[in-house]
């Protein structure tokens, strides 16, 4: 994955989604302007309070608590309008980045998924974003709530007194080396903090899915032990980046307090020398003042986008992810479901030998070939370039006489209902895993429920019944009924070509008996691809093909095979123990 290395790529990428609520960045910017205008008028307030307050009766005293009043109550108007404005992009922005996050691993080829961790993948999707706009958003804020009255107020001073307020700038070199520096050791840090907190969010993943295997092995120590190291990294590395941002503000407190203790003595003499009233003397230093603390917030602003581009560099990775190919141009309207495989080889990356050797196989539309053979015969790699997750090394695979590369890939797996021997179910309702991306039909669920025996356990035992949630990939069921649930969804779909991958392997007899007779219903109207270890499940397939290292040894009915006394002749003694 390539990440972007500079900050204009990284800028100008996390400005495309901000783009479209430029509205709401201006109206931001004019409602902290409004703000910004009333800074100068207090010092300005002060100044006339002085000269002509206490020497003359030029305006009521009860003007003064009106005016200031009012001032305050105007800034913190045009504050709030700002502030609320700013969230409103802020947060749509937000929410067009985590759509086009998701975009990009809905978008992501298959073989990114076999090293990207699901905890990962949450934290950049769902996280991250919020985190980088929030953290360079605050950053926005304090620019035009302490920025631009900082640039007002210094106006104002040099509308005041030119020659001390350029003097006042001498320091700002020193403190730019200051913050520069600083930021660099904090963008160090940052780097480490996030990749550390990656790992946390990879270990409580795990966890989480495979907590049966952990308590199985009696591993809650070990993983509290690997849990404590990784949170301590992260806690190490925290301390650090809080470290080196903490340093930014005391050091350039430090700088401008030079500065400003050089500047008042000059005015001093100033005022002495030249007789400057007290009014003008006191306006000055005001101002001077609430620049500096203006410039004090501004100090703080790098650490935290220093951190929100590191994120942003991981966050962003994730939509450089190379993209699946979809080449195809053609699509099919009305297919039959012959499929050819011609001379097929496939080696995935980093393989000793081929999954697939020249392999030439034959599923005729409207029969039920079963694929049989020992783990890593091959099967599961069949249906892995059927599906089209990858691409043969050599050779092609026909569907209806029609090369599947020039099929587009979305024609070509609407053809297609799969259960695999992984099952996968969402955290909604029974209807919703049924009725997957598919408009809800109550005839067809009731008829895929029955046909998968599961509609008495749904209409009996389920008080909501078909809008029973099944938790997290349906912990709420069992192994058994989870497999149904499986099967339903891709009777539900009523594609042309069904794939079984050990689709009743957690059935029992009843359950997949029942299953097969619904599947047996459809035979001569689809075609049926089974993959089983379990040989009793595949007697009625009109042919078996015998897979081993990536060919096929041996193949026909379940008669015939028995009548060579070949390999599955030996399979099925093995399985019946004699």
């Given amino acids: 994955m390539s990440e972007p290395q500079d900050l204009k790529t990284i800028a100008r990428r996390l400005a495309v989604h901000v783009k479209p609520y430029t509205k709401g960045l201006v109206l931001t910017g004019a409602a902290y302007i409004g703000a910004a205008v009333t800074e100068p008028l207090i010092p300005k307030l002060i100044n006339t309070v002085f000269s002509d307050g206490f020497t003359k009766n030029a305006f009521s005293i009860w003007w003064v608590p009106a005016v200031l009043i009012g001032l305050f109550a105007l800034r913190g108007f045009c504050s709030f309008v700002g502030q609320y404005m700013f969230n409103w992009t802020l947060l749509r922005s937000v929410m067009d980045f985590r759509a086009a996050l998701l975009d990009a691993l809905l978008r992501a080829d298959a073989r990114v998924f076999t090293s990207l961790q699901p905890g990962t993948a949450v934290t950049k999707v769902v996280n991250d974003p919020q985190q980088i706009m929030s953290l360079i958003g605050n950053s926005a804020i304090n620019v035009l709530r302490d920025g631009l009255p900082a640039l007002a107020m210094l106006i104002y001073l040099f509308y005041l007194n030119w020659q001390l307020t350029l003097l006042s700038l001498v320091t700002t070199p020193l403190m730019a080396l200051v913050v520069q520096k600083v930021n660099q050791r904090v963008r160090a840090m940052g780097s480490r903090t996030y990749d550390a907190q990656l790992q946390l969010v990879n270990k409580v993943d795990d966890v989480t899915r495979a907590w049966r295997v952990v308590r199985t092995f009696n591993a809650a120590d070990h993983e509290r032990a690997v849990f404590g190291k990784l949170a301590q990294d992260v806690q190490r590395n925290a301390l650090k980046t809080n470290a080196a941002g903490a340093l930014s503000q005391p050091l350039s407190q430090l700088v401008a307090s030079v500065g400003l203790s050089i500047i008042i003595c000059l005015a001093l003499l100033q005022a002495r020398q030249t007789h400057t009233g007290v009014g003008e003397f006191a306006a000055f230093v005001t101002a001077l003042l609430l620049l500096t603390s203006r410039l004090r917030h501004l100090s703080d602003l790098m650490p935290p986008i220093s951190n929100a581009l590191v994120i942003a560099r991981g966050c962003l990775s994730l939509m450089d992810m190379p993209t699946e190919p979809d080449n195809g141009q053609r699509s099919l309207s009305a297919v039959r479901g012959d ?222 095979l028995l009548a060579t006394d070949g390999a599955y002749a030996a399979m099925v003694r093995a399985q019946n123990g004699e």
């Fill in 339 to 560: 499929i050819s495989l011609q001379d097929v080889t496939l080696q995935y990356p980093g393989a000793e030998r081929p999954a697939l050797l020249g392999l030439n196989m034959h599923f005729k539309a409207g029969q039920t070939t079963a694929l049989v053979g020992s783990s890593g015969a091959g099967k599961s790699s069949i249906i892995h370039l059927l599906l089209a997750f990858g691409e043969p090394d050599k050779g092609q695979i026909l569907l209806d006489g029609v090369p599947i590369s020039e099929l587009q890939k979305s024609n070509l797996r609407r053809q297609f209902a799969v259960v695999s021997q992984d099952i996968v179910l969402f955290d909604t309702s029974i209807a919703n895993n049924i009725a997957y991306a598919q408009p809800r039909d109550e005839a067809r669920l009731e008829q895929a429920l029955r046909a998968a025996h599961l509609w008495d356990f749904v209409q009996k035992e389920l008080p909501q019944g078909l809008d029973t949630l099944v938790g997290a990939n349906g912990s709420k069921l069992s192994g058994g009924q989870r497999q149904r649930l499986a099967i339903a969804r891709a009777l539900y779909r009523d594609a042309p070509i069904w794939i079984f991958d050990e689709a009743t392997s957690a059935l029992d007899t009843e359950s997949e008996r029942a299953v097969q007779q619904a599947l047996e219903q459809w035979q001569g109207r689809k075609t049926l691809i089974v993959i089983a270890h379990r040989l009793s499940t595949i007697r009625s397939a009109d042919t078996i093909q015998v897979m081993s290292q990536g060919r096929v040894i041996e193949g026909g009915t379940h008669a015939e």
